[in-house]
């Protein structure tokens, strides 16, 4: 069994699409997925699965939401390991008074263009920083994440791929609950 980590985009915000977190828990029951954990109402699954096909797990899970609550989202899902990359890898960590509250990890698809990371610098303001490694575009807000010019859809957009966005301190959740 793999342990993964479902990363549902766009539910349980500003009251749209809204999931309760036990229905979610029971539809990947239905997946025959097992172990199967929820964190806060943003869409974060933590569960084990016989199967490898990362894309087709991804499938299911899209299909079952929209067949389900007629909601039409995207999903990443990651192997506990590539997470746990995710996390080791944070260029921000290094920063010794930097504070955990200020960085976000976006996830890309692995087929983002990676040619339009330049077409995101103009979006950084109020001393944002932001540094792609791998499928993971870790983001400094000194200021308010909510008042940056840097979007999830921006980037998305610019990088020509699906994404989502979780603080720093989800992930490190993630991680705790994915190692029990």
């Known amino acids: 069994m793999t342990t993964y980590i479902a990363l549902l ?4 915000v500003s009251g749209h699409n809204k999931i309760k977190m036990t229905e979610l828990k029971q539809l990947f029951i239905d997946l025959d997925f097992f172990e199967v ?3 806060i109402q943003s869409g974060n699954v933590i569960f084990q699965s016989k199967q490898t096909d990362i894309p087709k797990i991804e499938q299911q899970i899209i299909e079952a939401v929209l067949s389900f609550y007629g909601y039409s989202i995207n999903v990443l899902v990651l192997s506990k390991e590539n ?3 995710v996390f080791v890898s944070n260029p ?3 920063i010794e008074a930097i504070d955990t509250k200020t960085l976000y990890a976006i996830l890309l698809k692995e087929n983002y263009f990676e040619e339009g990371t330049e077409f995101l610098e103009p979006y950084l303001t109020n001393n944002e ?7 993971c575009a870790y983001i400094h807000y000194p200021g308010d994440a909510g008042n940056s010019k840097l979007t999830i859809n921006i980037i998305e957009k610019k990088l020509q791929t699906v ?7 989800t992930i490190s959740k993630l991680i705790e609950l994915s190692s029990q």
């Open 9 to 12: 985009r766009g539910i349980n």
């Open 37 to 39: 954990v929820t964190y």
């Open 83 to 85: 997470l746990t990359k």
């Open 92 to 94: 921000f960590l290094q």
């Open 129 to 135: 920083e932001l540094k792609i490694i791998g499928n």
């Open 163 to 169: 994404a989502t966005s979780r603080n720093w301190r």
